[in-house]
């Protein structure tokens, strides 16, 4: 087990720069996933966490000890790769006990490590097989157990997920969590999938353009996004973000939807600082604060009369989509909810939880 | 236990560096051959060619003297005559036939296996051995002549082998026998990668089997029609070991290419610098040939 | 052909079906004729075949031509048979398949899995040696041969296909390399294997198909070849093709057809077994070797 330090570490290709400034502090024990849209540079920074590419500058310590110049297999990391990378012409077992042999590691020794992993991964019949004969979800375990077996310090999971389906992507999930609860090692995991990221994650580094845009606790992450991109990238369906203005009047501090003429109230908001009268903002609420007016509790809240114009079903809820001004707005309404595609009708908005941001700095006010 | 780097040990630096660069030290030897033995001797024999040699090299510059003699050569110009006609007529034969059996087999038929092994097998063996074959075959006094005059047309006279003016077809009838079976195999390649979607759309447009060849599945095969041009038109400028088996050059230099061209000046001849002239200009054609293929080839793949 | 074409079209006609038959069947005659003739020739006597069929089978089969090709049939001056020509590209073919193949995979093991600046340059400048007209680079070679004291010998041949075969070898295993993921390479290195063990023990293993593409064609390649064999050898030296083209081409005594044949298909033979046995393997290399990158 161990900690690990990102200090200033920027990659650039070229003239191109991928990772920009990157610091990052992770406990000892910690599991801290880094998501983001694809090309936003995550995987280049869990390969120079790895060792397998070199930075342009910057500083990778584990347990406070720089490792720039340290060997992959020496910085006493292993990672799981998004093909899983098992190797074909070997076995199951010899795939898994590869690394220590590579390392000189005894044979008792290495049998003994290689009982206790396929124990953990319950993947004890499946030691004679070729990669090949494997299915997804034990290509999955296998890939694990080759990182497990030898003890690193930290682990690494570059979208080790994603080629799985659906049904098995949500069971390996609960895997690796139980896993990481039992292990306790640090875990560095990659993914694009915000989902997998609010499920896994103890904190969240989102990243995009190069840059960490948040990092937090998933929750505080998804009520509070520090920027436009945070609060558009986590949760699905996502934010809705309609553009508009803040006003005062009558004494109460309003927001005004484009060039709508509802006022809504945001009196409550806790602004960073004092917004100006007039200025131009994004007003963020998440779909499930959309919702039939009397579902809605407490003070802070707002109706009107909207049509919806799609209507989703998903079993416990459903998404239907609002023409509101300009804009559409998606809400979340009980199953139960009788309502019409094209038909007007009341919604009220929970205005408790919501997020307001400047439209020119794209941050939160 | 980790190196310690800052220590200044210089057998310990000498390995890291040996195993930071390993990749590049593997393939320099490779690199080395390549640069010496391809690209070094095509500049020596490119050298040569602007020499007065003869038996041996001689090395004082003389510009493109032996060029003008070679081109005022009725033998380089047969050669030349003959490479035309043989490129031309092997080229198409090939092409034509490669195609045909290639749409024949690609009609889901049960022995197909078998049947592509057979028609493939020429390309298996050498020139020389195929030529031997095709030099008795077309034998005059007992190939094919005898094998017509037997049916009782004793008037059949079939002695393109020696006849100057049309040995060069024997030549051509041997290389397309041994080369068409590849063209074949190439355009089923071609025929079976075509999306089926696309034939399944053009059904259901309602056009006939016929239509859907002509319209749709020859005409996206342009790369395959492109590659095998290439890689015939390669085969018939090299052409060398057929030419030599079947009419070693002749009669007299009837059926000389320039293969078997710079062969004579180099080795029988003692010109080298004639032979160096003309291996020039048959590095020039491939090259013409060669290169805007591959750059539209590496270009295909990257905008891929 | 799709299968919906084929429903559609051609099960519907019969007619159709039995001319197709007709046609690839003719061109089975026509692939299968010159074969047939020189098995058939090699077994006649020479009386027999001046006398009788051209295409007839043997009235008795002897297998003198044969022995004689082997044995006693002259080369030029020396009337020992082809056997040591033989044996000669058999000495000459294995190393050199060998080699090539080997260095054609770690090169493009390098190339792909381990890209230095440059890297691509290299490659293609390799790959340009496989299109060169040798005609260009023979009188150099020879040279070479000569200084080297390799003229006329058997290694001397060996260095010739390698050097010529290594653009080949190198695009084959670099066409397959690019295909394996490198995260293959990445977990390796991770397992703290280096440069070698990876190629060893994990991608040479996985290449394995490729390494038998690869193989079958420098054989195919360097067994059939003529143009360097008639001019970097010489005397007892010569490969087995320069040697049948010597037989063949001999303007002296009675010309013993028989013989010809017989001694052609010793040449052919080891290529056509090879093609026979792997004809998926050879099939393939011809289309990679063709249709570049």
Redesign the interface.
């Known amino acids: 087990m161990a900690s690990l330090e990102i200090r200033a570490l920027t990659k650039k290709f070229g003239d191109v720069t991928v990772l920009d400034h990157i610091g990052l502090v992770i406990q000892d024990g910690e599991f801290l996933v880094l998501v983001g849209p694809s090309g936003c540079g995550k995987s280049t920074l869990l390969n120079i966490i790895a060792g397998l590419e070199s930075e342009t500058c910057g500083e990778i310590l584990i347990d406070g000890r720089a490792v720039n110049d340290v060997h992959p297999k020496d910085r006493d990391i292993a990672m799981v790769f998004q093909s899983y990378a098992l190797y074909p012409n070997m076995t199951v077992r010899k795939n898994i006990t590869f690394g220590l042999k590579v390392r000189n590691t005894p044979g008792p020794k290495i049998e003994e490590m290689l009982a206790a992993v396929s124990d953990l991964l319950k993947i004890g019949s499946l030691l004679d097989r070729k990669p090949a004969q494997l299915s997804g979800g034990q290509r999955q375990r296998v890939a694990m157990g080759r990182a497990l077996v030898r003890d690193p310090s930290i682990f690494l999971f570059d979208e080790p997920l994603s080629n799985l389906d659906a049904k098995l992507r949500v069971e390996m999930r609960t895997e690796i969590k139980k896993l990481h609860h039992r292990l306790g090692t640090t875990i560095v995991y990659v993914t694009h999938d915000q989902t997998e990221a609010m499920n896994l994650a103890t904190r969240i580094a989102v990243l995009h353009q190069g840059r960490i845009q948040q990092l937090g606790a998933p929750q505080h992450l998804y009520d509070h996004p520090d920027n436009l991109f945070v609060a558009g990238f986590i949760g699905s369906p996502a934010m809705n973000l309609l553009p508009g203005s803040l006003s005062s009047s009558d004494g109460g501090l309003y927001f005004r939807p484009g060039d709508g003429e509802d006022l809504i109230r945001v009196d409550h908001y806790p602004f960073r600082e004092a917004p100006a009268d007039g200025a131009p903002v994004v007003f963020g609420i998440r779909p499930e604060c959309v919702t039939l007016p009397r579902e809605v509790e407490g003070q802070a809240r707002f109706e009107v009369e909207l049509v919806a114009e799609a209507v989703e079903t998903n079993g416990f809820d459903k998404h239907v989509a609002f023409a509101y001004g300009a804009s559409e707005l998606i809400g979340r309404l009980p199953a139960k909810a009788g309502l019409v595609a094209g038909q007007p009708m009341r919604v009220g908005f929970d205005l408790s939880g919501i997020s307001i941001f400047d439209r020119r700095s794209e941050r939160r006010l | 236990m980790e190196p310690d780097f800052s220590r200044p040990d210089s057998a310990f630096a000498v390995s890291r560096w040996f195993q930071a660069n390993l990749p590049r030290i593997v393939v320099a030897p490779s690199f080395v051959a390549v640069m010496v033995f391809v690209y070094g001797f095509i500049v020596w024999t490119a050298y040569i060619s602007m020499t007065r040699s003869k038996l041996l090299p001689r090395y004082d510059f003389e510009g493109f003297f032996q060029y003008g003699r070679l081109w005022s050569m009725d033998r380089w110009q047969v050669a030349l005559e003959n490479l035309f006609v043989f490129s031309g007529l092997f080229i198409f034969f090939c092409m034509a036939l490669g195609l045909l059996l290639a749409i024949l087999l690609d009609q889901r038929i049960r022995v197909e296996g078998a049947l592509r092994t057979i028609y493939l097998y020429p390309m298996a063996l050498s020139f020389v051995v195929t030529g031997t074959a095709w030099k008795w075959i077309l034998n005059p006094g007992l190939g094919i002549e005898k094998v017509v005059q037997d049916l009782g047309f004793t008037d059949f006279q079939f002695n393109w082998l020696v006849d100057p003016d049309l040995a060069i077809y024997t030549i051509v009838i041997a290389g397309v026998w041994q080369s068409s079976g590849f063209v074949m195999a190439m355009f089923l390649a071609g025929l079976r990668s075509i999306d089926q979607e696309i034939l399944k759309a053009a059904y259901m447009d309602g056009a006939s089997l016929p239509k859907i060849y002509l319209r749709i599945i020859i005409p996206s095969m342009r790369p395959v029609f492109l590659s095998a041009f290439v890689v015939l038109a390669h085969l018939a400028i090299k052409s060398f070991d057929l030419v030599i088996v079947l009419t070693r050059g002749g009669p007299g230099y009837a059926t000389d290419m320039p293969a078997t061209f710079m062969y004579a000046m180099a080795f029988q001849r003692g010109r080298i610098g004639l032979a160096a002239a003309s291996a020039t200009i048959m590095l020039m054609t491939v090259m013409a040939i060669m290169v805007p293929y591959l750059y539209s080839e590496l270009r295909r793949k990257r905008d891929e | 052909?799709?299968a919906?074409?084929?429903d559609?079209?051609?099960n519907r006609m019969t007619l159709g079906r039995w001319v197709?038959?007709a046609?690839?069947g003719l061109?089975?005659l026509?692939?299968?004729?010159?074969?047939y003739?020189?098995t058939i020739?090699s077994l006649k006597s020479l009386d027999e075949?001046?006398d009788g069929?051209?295409?007839g089978l043997p009235q008795s089969v002897t297998f003198d031509a044969w022995g004689k090709a082997w044995n006693t049939a002259c080369v030029g001056i020396q009337c020992d048979g082809l056997k040591g020509y033989f044996w000669n590209s058999v000495r000459m073919a294995i190393p050199a398949v060998l080699i090539s193949t080997l260095?054609g995979a770690?090169?493009g093991y390098?190339?792909t899995k381990?890209r230095?600046p440059g890297?691509n340059l290299?490659f293609a400048?390799?790959?340009?040696?496989c299109?060169?007209?040798?005609?260009?680079?023979?009188?150099?070679?020879a040279?070479l041969l000569g200084l080297m004291g390799l003229a006329g010998s058997i290694p001397g041949l060996v260095l010739v296909h390698v050097?010529?075969g290594?653009?080949f070898t190198?695009l084959f295993f670099r066409n397959f390399f690019i295909t394996v993921?490198d995260?293959?390479v990445?977990?390796?290195?991770?397992?703290?294997?280096?440069?070698?063990?990876i190629f060893w023990?994990?991608l040479l293993?996985?290449s394995l198909p490729t390494v038998v593409v690869t193989v079958i064609w420098q054989f195919?390649q360097i067994?059939?070849?003529?143009?360097f064999g008639?001019?970097f050898s010489a005397g007892g030296g010569q490969p087995i093709?320069v040697a049948?083209?010597n037989i063949?081409?001999s303007s002296t005594g009675v010309k013993e057809?028989n013989l010809?044949?017989a001694?052609?298909?010793i040449?052919?033979l080891p290529?056509?077994l090879?093609?026979?046995v792997a004809?998926r393997y050879?099939?393939r290399g011809?289309?990679a070797g063709?249709?570049?990158?």
């Open positions: 052909m799709s919906i074409l084929h559609r079209f051609i197709l038959f046609v690839l061109f089975v026509y692939y299968l004729t010159p074969f003739v020189m020739t075949i001046r069929a051209f295409m260095i770690i090169n390098a190339l381990w230095f890297a290299i400048l390799m790959l340009f040696g299109f060169i007209p040798f005609q260009v680079v023979i009188m150099p070679m040279r050097v010529y290594i653009g190198t993921p995260e293959l990445k977990a390796a290195t991770m397992d703290g294997a280096g440069f070698m063990t023990r994990i293993p996985i195919t067994w059939n070849d003529f143009l008639v001019s093709t049948l083209n063949v081409n057809y010809d044949m001694a052609a298909i040449a052919g290529t056509l090879v093609y026979v004809g050879f099939v011809l289309t063709s249709v570049k990158g």
